[in-house]
T-cell receptor
């Protein structure tokens, strides 16, 4: 049973380009979470999705960032017109049910985004 | 708003010594609490979680944590640290629909 798969592991973009980060949750998991990690800042919640629905996007920047989790295929975190401040590690996590039902999150190994 | 505070940014412990990592939370109701560990360049691995019941929770790799409501704390402990325990440790609380993490404590193990 494969874990949460994120790709690419490393992504380099120039300022103004688009970054697309992919996350395939564990088999049977329909809940996906995206987090951003900056050095000495811990993990910051960005967005929580269930299949085809955004449940909570309270941590998403208002502009340039979007996320989707289609019926088929991986969840995508999309960053348009990247800036240097977007450089960070982005982690995806999944769970079979919501966290309020005694569940836990399984994390991927992350995508390190570097903006030149 | 719910929050998690890890007061210690960096701790160094001798191999074989005991360890306690502090975590304080701010949450109105009974919290759901977690400890995760992250090795360099890796994702997070769950050590243990508390939802209800016994306030002393046993986890993997010999770790345990104690939920103390009166102190709003959920400290992580290990009686004897191994060099392989060197990593970053995160405390987290369920807030609404997501997990909210503290800023982490980096553990170094000296020989």
């Amino acid at each position: 049973n494969a874990g949460v798969m994120q790709n690419p592991r490393h992504l380099v973009r120039r300022r103004g380009q688009e970054a697309r980060l992919r996350c395939s949750p564990m088999k049977g998991h329909s809940h996906v979470y995206w987090y951003r990690q900056l050095p000495e800042e811990g993990l910051k919640f960005m967005v929580y999705l269930q299949k085809e629905n955004i449940i909570d996007e309270s941590g998403m920047p208002k502009e340039r960032f979007s996320a989707e989790f289609p019926k088929e295929g991986p969840s995508i975190l999309r960053i348009q017109q990247v800036v240097r401040g977007d450089s960070a590690a982005y982690f995806c996590a999944s769970s079979p049910n919501s966290l309020t039902t005694n569940e836990k999150l399984f994390f991927g190994s992350g995508t390190q985004l570097s903006v030149l | 708003a719910q929050s998690v505070t890890q007061p210690d940014i960096h701790i160094t412990v001798s191999e074989g010594a005991s360890l306690e990592l502090r975590c304080n939370y701010s949450y109105g109701a009974t919290p759901y609490l977690f400890w995760y560990v992250q090795s360099p360049g890796q994702g997070l691995q769950l050590l243990l979680k508390y939802f209800s019941g016994d306030t002393l929770v046993q986890g993997i790799k010999g770790f345990e944590a104690e939920f103390k409501r009166s102190q709003s704390s959920f400290n992580l402990r290990k009686p004897s640290v191994h060099w392989s325990d060197a990593a970053e440790y995160f405390c987290a609380v369920v807030a609404g629909t997501a997990l909210i993490f503290g800023k982490g404590t980096t553990l170094s193990v000296s020989s």
